[in-house]
């Protein structure tokens, strides 16, 4: 019986372990602070550089100087 208990509990520490493990590798997808995507608390912006937004061109300013 002894043997029967110890490994149960083996294996139910075995499924917590995977359980926590699988938690850990589903939490950063689920992140909003990611280091990928920083957004601005003020305006609800994100601060992410890429490309434009479909529809919209890059505006380019030029000093007078110039």
């Known amino acids: 019986m002894a043997k ?3 490994e149960s509990r ?3 520490r075995r499924l917590d372990k995977r359980a926590k493990k699988d938690a850990r590798k589903l ?3 689920e992140d909003p602070y990611s280091p990928g ?3 601005n608390d003020t305006t609800g912006e ?3 550089t890429g490309s434009a937004p479909a529809g ?3 505006v380019v300013q030029t000093h007078p100087d110039s």
Do not use: F, K, N, V
């Open 27 to 29: 939490a950063p997808a």
């Open 4 to 6: 029967l208990t110890r």
């Open 46 to 48: 994100s601060d992410r």
């Open 10 to 12: 083996l294996r139910e």
């Open 37 to 39: 995507d920083i957004s």
């Open 56 to 58: 919209l061109e890059p």
